[in-house]
Structures are given as C-alpha cells and as structure tokens.
C-alpha cells in the first residue's frame, strides 16, 4: 500500500442499501457468512459492505491485506474520531454499531504513545493472574454451573454455561460484586445485540463508574485495583474505559469460543468417538473454530490516515476500514489447511492491537470444554447442526442456543484434593466464600433471549 496524492472526484459511493454494498447484520448474513464472504472476495481484497442500514464500511477479506492493515499503524489508525460519517452525521449516533465502533479512550481506540500507555497498564495487570488460580476458579465454577443442570438430562450450554462462565470469572478476576454485575451484563449485552444499544451503554459506563469509585475505597487482590495503581496513572474515565474494552473481550467472545468449540466438538466427526480421551480433540477444536469460526468475525476497524491506494481501490481517509478475522482465514490462497495446532490464525487480530489476554482466554475456553466433558461424557446435540440458529449482527459469530441432551447425571461430591468447594446453590464471589453468589435452588423457567435467560438466572427468577 502506498500513499497517492490528491486525487481529482470520483462518483459517489452508492446509497445506503444498494447492491453494491454487502449487508452484514441480517439473518441471511448470520446464516451463511462464507457465502457473503466469497461474493465480497469476487471484488477484491477489500468490499464496500454496511454494517447495519446506512452504515458503510470496506471489509478487508484477504490474508495478506488484513496483515498488511494490522501491521501498518503509520498508515491505518485506530481513533474512530477520524471517522467522516459519524463526525458529519451521516452515521447517527443511536445507529446500533456506534456503541461498537465509537472513540473511547482505552487501548482498543487509541494510537502511538497514547496506545502503549494504555496496554501497558493492561497487560502488567493482566500478567499478575495465575495460570494455576485461573484454572481453579473456571474448573470450580464449571462444576456448580453443571451441577445445576446434569440431573435433568437437557440443557442449553449457551444461556446455561458458555455465558454464565466468562461473566463468572469477570467478576472474580476484576473484583465486582453481583449487584454491580448483573447490570454490567445488561449493559454489555444491549452493545453487542444492538438493543437499545445508546440505553445499554449508559448503563454500562454508569455501573462501571460505581466499580472503580468502590476499588478506590477498598482496593483488593483483582485487576481493576491493579489497573488503579499501574505507574500509568489511570483517570476514572480512563479506569471505565479500559474496564469497557476488557469486559467486551472476555465475554461475549469467550462465550463464543467456547459455544463454537462444543457445537464443533459434538457435530464434526473427525472429533467423534474421543471425546473422553483427554485435551488432545479439545485443543484441537480451539484451533479449529479460531480458524473458521472465530468468536470476533469482523472487527479491528482502522480508518487510513490519507487516501491509499491498494489494489486499484481507492480507500478513503477516514472511512472505515474493518478486518474481517474470518475471511482472511478463510482465504482460499492459503495454501495450507491444517489447522490443528496452527497458531497462525488472526482470530486474535495481529500487530501492536492483538489480543493481549490470548493466553487467558484460551485457557478459560479449554478448561470449560474438558469439564463439560469429563462430567457428561455422552452429551449430544439436541437437534441436528443445520437447525443451530445464528444470531444476527456484523462483528460476531455467536450462536442463539446450543440445547444438548444426556444421560442425567447425578452430582458427584468434591474430590478432597480439590480446593474447596463453593457450598450448594452458590458460586464464589470476588471478595472469597462468604461473599458468594446465591443461585436459585430450582431450575427457572426461562426466557428466549439468551441475555435475558441469563439475567433471570442471576437474580434468581
């Protein structure tokens, strides 16, 4: 890619809802994005698409360009103030991407020193949780969350585990009491399904507000008091931000990871007949779905610094330019289809705005994987794959409902070399055992929504 001088005007880019523009945040999307992603690479290594009605963008879909895009911060900010139509109103800012997309200043929306500032603080943070621990607590949890549903032979392992154990370990690892969390997970889940996404965010940066006010009064063993007190100096605003980015990472795509691992794990049969036979399929069914399904489909929005010219396309200073993770790896010129063991992926994105807590949530993913496994060793779809139903929306690959059937199980007791468990009916809180929080005692009856069956599960309805 290089930089071009200014060039005379060109035709304007077509309406909002023309053809040309690829739809991405309808059921049909949901459904079969590969297909959208094959016409897209018809037009190039980048694609004018909408993310939703009136919001354009191209979408990088080659491998090559992605790592180009990732891996060239002169040239490709991150700083969505540079974004024309949201800055000219083009874009409203109720249109339900914007809580997605918007300036905030944390490590994802920032660029240089600023950046570096930032990630440091997040990465020494992040640094100081033990692998060993880490792996506790999720096993622990695991256990209670599978308890409650083994001796009824059915359950949905998304609204019943994949969500409910990332939200777990959140609130553990970062200190929040319940009360605070379950409107952390409401505000969240508005941003990510675009519900009243202006709504959900208010709420989320208000409660998060209330967060940080209480670690600076009480500071614990948890990342946001080690966020508080980083060399770096964090602002409140600063604190809420950095805690947003956090929160969005090591929820809704660990809850992905670990759906999209399960569903792999249970339909494909080149992982059928071992499942019971240790780490080996489970590691191997990360790798898989990190390749072809990868929890953040199409993100790490950039915005050129000037006009670029690539490939014989012009790319706009200041117009959206996502990275689809999934198309790239996906991209019929690589050569090579193992994936097995292949860390190559860009499911983790690449360059100075990785994942900087790759680590963390891959080992979230596989402990939760092998638990569900080793305690229901005959689990089963519920229904045959092709009737698993998506849920619509640009950025992520996420599934609706994961329901799964099983010989009920009866609950086994703690094994006495095991730390202690959490007592029944309860999972451990972040301020240790008696702070613990309390779930019902019988299975509620719960709503369709994913979010909402969460949220009922949490206040015990």
């Known amino acids: 890619m290089t930089s071009v001088p200014p060039v005379p005007p060109v035709p304007s880019a077509p309406p909002p809802g023309c053809p040309a523009h690829e739809p991405l945040y309808g059921p049909e999307f949901a459904s079969d ?11 190039g290594p980048t694609a004018p698409v909408e993310l939703a009605p009136g919001v354009r963008a191209r979408l990088v879909t080659s491998y090559a360009a992605a790592l180009h895009v990732l891996r060239s911060p002169e040239t490709f900010a991150k700083d969505p103030r540079r974004w024309n139509d949201l800055a000219d109103g083009t874009v409203p800012m109720d249109s339900p991407v914007v809580p997605m997309m918007m300036y905030r200043p944390n490590a994802l929306f920032t660029d240089g020193e600023e950046h570096r500032r930032l990630r440091g603080a997040i990465t020494d943070s992040l640094a100081r949780v033990e692998p060993s621990t880490l792996r506790g607590y999720v096993e622990r949890s695991a256990d209670t969350l599978i308890d409650r549903f083994a001796p009824t032979g059915k359950a949905d392992l998304l609204g019943e585990y994949a969500q409910v154990l990332p939200l777990l370990v959140f609130n553990h690892l970062f200190g929040c009491p319940s009360e605070l969390g379950v409107r952390l997970v409401e505000g969240m889940s508005g941003i990510f399904d675009g519900v009243d996404a202006e709504k959900a965010n208010e709420l989320l940066t208000n409660t998060l507000i209330e967060l940080v006010e209480l670690k600076r009064a009480r500071p614990g063993h948890d990342v946001t008091s080690w966020l508080l007190a980083h060399p770096a100096r964090l602002a409140d605003d600063e604190m809420v931000h950095q805690l947003v980015v956090l929160m969005g990472a090591g929820t809704e795509p660990q809850q992905n990871l670990i759906a999209n691992s399960l569903r792999l794990l249970l339909s494909d049969d080149r992982f059928g007949g071992s499942l019971s036979g240790g780490s080996l399929p ?24 000037h006009d670029v010219m690539y490939e014989g396309t012009l790319l706009r200073a200041g117009d959206p330019l996502v990275v689809s993770l999934a198309a790239a790896n996906t991209d019929p010129s690589l050569t090579s289809d193992q994936r097995a063991g292949n860390r190559a992926h860009l499911a983790w994105s690449a360059g100075p705005h990785n994942c900087p807590a790759q680590s963390e949530a891959r080992l979230i993913a596989a402990v939760a994987v092998e638990k569900l496994l080793d305690r229901l060793p005959d689990v089963e779809l519920a229904v045959p794959v092709e009737e698993l139903e998506w849920r619509p929306g640009p950025f992520h690959r996420a599934l609706a409902a994961l329901p799964v059937t099983f010989p009920p199980a009866a609950v086994g007791a703690p094994s006495p070399d095991d730390a202690p468990a959490p007592r029944s009916g309860s999972v451990p809180g972040p301020y240790g055992p008696g702070a613990a929080y309390t779930l019902p005692a019988t299975d509620p009856v719960r709503p369709r929504s994913g979010w909402a069956r969460l949220l009922a599960w949490w206040r015990g309805e």
Not at 33 to 43: D, E, G, I, M
Not at 282 to 287: G, P, R, W
Not at 290 to 303: E, G, K
């Open 33 to 43: 994005p590969s297909a959208a992603y094959q016409r897209l690479r018809a037009k």
């Open 282 to 305: 489970v590691e191997d069914s990360l790798d898989e779905v990190l390749w072809t399904d990868p929890p953040m489909a199409n993100y790490a929005v950039h915005y050129p610094r």
